[in-house]
Structures are given as C-alpha cells and as structure tokens.
C-alpha cells in the first residue's frame, strides 16, 4: 500500500526522513479493526517525528499521522482515535503510563489502511465530510480537553490563546467561541490575527503585547515564546493549560509569579474517547467545522510538510485517498 512514513529521522532537517512510497499492508490483530482511510490530517506531532522526538530509530520505518477517517471492514463511517492504551488499561486513557499515539508504536494513518484496537473506533458524524472528520482526534480533541476539562473555567471568562493559525489554536478559537467563552489571540502576523477574528475571536494582539485587562486563562502551545506573557497575562488565581512547547522549554518558570499570584499551571495530553465522541457530537450540534488550509491528495504530502514547517498553515493540512 502507499504510505508516507518516516524512514530515518533528522533533528535539522526533518523533510530529509520523509518517504512517500509502498509499505507492507497491515495485518489485523484479534480484537483490532481494519480501517480503510479516506482522509487523513497533519499535525505538528508528525513533524516531531521526523525529528526524533518520541520515535526512536528501533521503530523505523513508521508511518506517520496520528488522524484519520475512513471506512472499517463493516462499512462503517469511522473516526479513529488516536491514543492506544494498554488492553488491561481501565478509565482515563492519556493517564495510561504504557499508552502511545498512532505511529509511535503502532503504523499512522498517512497510507491506504491503519489497523487499531476496535475500541477506537468512533462513529463519524454524518454532518462532518471525511476531510472535517480527520481532523477532529488531535488538535481538535486536544482543544476540547484543555478547554472543556482542563482549564476550570466557564463559559463567559475570557481566554487567552497564545499563536492564532496552529491546529491546536484555531480549534481553540473556534471551540471556545462556540461555547460562549470570550477568546482573545495573539498572532505574529496581522493576516492570521484577522483570520482568526473571522473564526470567532474577540479580540487579537501582536504576540507579546500588553493586553487590556488580564485574563482568567491562558492556553499555551507555544512554550519559550509566550511562556511569560502567558503568566503576565492571568489574574490572580488564573489557569495557564500547556499541552505542547513548539518553540522550546520556557527558560524562565516564572515561579514567582505563579506563587503570589496564586497561578495554576495544568498539563494537558490528548484526550479520552469520550471526549472525542462529545467533540464530535458538539460539532454537530453547534455547526462548528474543523478549518482547513489545504487538502491534498496522500501522494503530495511533502508539500503539506513543508508548508507546515514554514509556519504557513492557518489550521489544518488534509490529505486524501480516493
Ligand atoms: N500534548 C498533546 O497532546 C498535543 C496535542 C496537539 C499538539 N500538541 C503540541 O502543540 C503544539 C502546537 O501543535 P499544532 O499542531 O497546533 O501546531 P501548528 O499547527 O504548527 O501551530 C503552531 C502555532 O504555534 C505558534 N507559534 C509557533 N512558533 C511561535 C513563536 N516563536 N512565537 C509565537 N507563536 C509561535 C503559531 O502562531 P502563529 O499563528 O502566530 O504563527 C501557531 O499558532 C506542537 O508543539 C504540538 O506538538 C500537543
């Protein structure tokens, strides 16, 4: 089958360890199901990858992606989510030690077919396209965690998210929107800053700028960056929910800050399949769709890498099997 996968990894230049090419079909284990892909969403993970981070050289070659959509053996319309736990795993899968997201243990869902335990299987809605659909069991389930189950506060507070074009971020502005949070972005460039008012912001700063009144969460994905604005930026008792570092570790903690302001610092990871099944069904409910910059057929994906590590992409690249 085709696939797109990683065949060695380059801290420097991760498109060098990008492959598109054939891979042996998967076998389906007991208690797995087959499901045969139609679309399938990038993510900033996949380039991580590429890079090494959490794939070590013993498991290559590894097909990449963690998102997908498609039709099992059954004919069912399915979302396949992401996060393998452990089989004798019970409750909160992303607190499973031994859990992992597709293609750092298990083949991704860039190629014709993925194999995953039947668990994971989860209705597709009807209302969402395939391409939609794929995009909701990362970066849209983990803005629904963070949002939703992370971050402690209601609808009505205001939310700062730090960058406006990331999958994570506008999955954030359009989920918090559609809640009835008051969502206020910062973006490094006034196009992907108006973008994200048009997705359903209130408000949108350059990155870093003094903000005109603190706000009762922060969610970060940005990491070095942003970390300190993010905690110049709470009221005291506020939330900074932190679920990814793209541009490195934070240098300074802030740590005094975080103790006399009385700050919570909250991880998040992914999320449960219940939660991927309510996104789903909140989707529907409220209208809201997954924004998508481009959609490509699985063959082109290179180009989809390379935009995504350019920083281009405002929301999310998609690829395609027919
Ligand atoms: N823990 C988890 O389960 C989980 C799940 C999903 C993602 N993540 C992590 O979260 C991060 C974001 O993922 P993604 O898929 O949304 O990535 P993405 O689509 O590449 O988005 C990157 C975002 O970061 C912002 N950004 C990057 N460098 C910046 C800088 N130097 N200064 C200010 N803003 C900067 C961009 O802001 P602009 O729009 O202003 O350019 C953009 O909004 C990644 O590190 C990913 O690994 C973790």
Request: hydrophobic residues 40%; negative net charge.
């Amino acid at each position: 089958m085709i696939a797109v996968y990683a065949a060695r990894s380059s801290e420097e230049d991760p498109l060098s360890a990008l492959e598109i090419g054939e891979r042996p079909a998967p076998e389906v284990p007991e208690g797995w199901a087959r499901v045969r892909l139609r679309a399938a969403s990038l993510n900033h993970h996949d380039l991580w990858s590429l890079r090494g981070v959490g794939l070590p050289q013993d498991r290559l070659p590894m097909v990449l992606g963690c998102d997908g959509a498609g039709v099992d053996d059954e004919g069912n319309e399915v979302v396949v989510h992401a996060v393998v736990s452990d089989p004798s795993w019970r409750g909160d899968e992303t607190l499973d030690p031994k859990r992992s997201l597709l293609s750092e243990r298990y083949q991704g869902t860039f190629a014709d077919a993925v194999v995953v335990p039947r668990r994971n299987l989860v209705p597709k809605p009807s209302a969402l396209s395939f391409e939609e659909a794929s995009c909701l069991p990362t970066a849209w389930l983990t803005a629904y965690r963070m949002l939703f189950t992370r971050s402690g506060v209601a609808p009505g507070a205001t939310v700062l998210v730090q960058g406006a074009g990331g999958g994570v971020s506008t999955a954030l502005v359009a989920l918090g929107s559609a809640a009835g949070y008051r969502m206020w972005v910062t973006g490094r460039e006034e196009v992907r800053r108006a973008r994200a008012l048009e997705l359903g912001a209130d408000q949108a700063f350059d990155s870093g700028a003094r903000l005109p009144e603190r706000v009762d969460a922060v969610m970060e994905t940005v990491g070095r960056a942003t970390w300190s604005h993010s905690a110049r930026s709470l009221k005291p008792g506020g939330t900074i929910v932190v679920c990814g570092a793209t541009s490195g570790d934070a240098t300074a903690a802030e740590l005094q800050r975080v103790f006399f302001l009385q700050l919570r610092v909250v991880g998040s990871t992914m999320g449960t399949r219940d939660e991927l099944e309510r996104l789903a069904q909140m989707c529907t409910v409220t209208g809201v769709r997954p924004v998508i910059d481009q959609v490509l057929p699985l063959e082109q994906a290179r180009d989809g890498f390379a935009r995504l590590l350019q920083g281009d992409v405002f929301g999310k690249v998609v690829f395609t099997r027919s």
